[in-house]
Nanobody
Framework: QVQLVESGGGLVQAGDSLRLSCAAS????????MGWFRQAPGKGREFLAA????????NYAESVEGRFTISRDNTKNAVSLQMNSLKPEDTAIYYC?????????????????????WGQGTQVSVSS
């Protein structure tokens, strides 16, 4: 089993930056692809970014590419999402997610159905 705990959310102003972190439990972190999603009020869950098990491949949604950066540290069982130039429309609950163990080194799934484990979410609010 893998448990994920997000942190780093909060209330910021438009144009500010925020860094979300996700701590993972379990000995298999380096075999998991990781992703970040968000869900705004009244909307479905939206893919933001994914990173392969080695960190060598990343994948971004068009809505955040160039503003958000995903990274991971397999020595610390952690994945992060650096968010710059935040906009009011970025307001949402942000979720960290992990796939099951995979032998594929460059897998970066965009579909939430590919992820097995989910954190509880952290709220990000951006004021105008």
């Amino acid at each position: 089993q893998v448990q994920l705990v997000e942190s780093g959310g909060g209330l910021v102003q438009a144009g500010d930056s925020l860094r979300l972190s996700c701590a993972a439990s379990g000995p298999t972190f380096s075999t998991l692809a990781m992703g970040w999603f968000r869900q705004a009020p009244g909307k479905g869950r939206e893919f933001l970014a994914a990173i392969s098990r080695t960190g060598g491949t990343t994948n971004y949604a068009e809505s955040v590419e160039g503003r958000f950066t995903i990274s991971r540290d397999n020595t610390k069982n952690a994945v992060s999402l650096q968010m710059n130039s935040l906009k009011p429309e970025d307001t949402a609950i942000y979720y960290c997610a992990a796939t099951s163990s995979t032998p594929v080194m460059n897998w970066t799934p965009r579909s939430e159905g590919r992820y097995t484990y989910w954190g509880q979410g952290t709220q990000v609010s951006v004021s105008s």
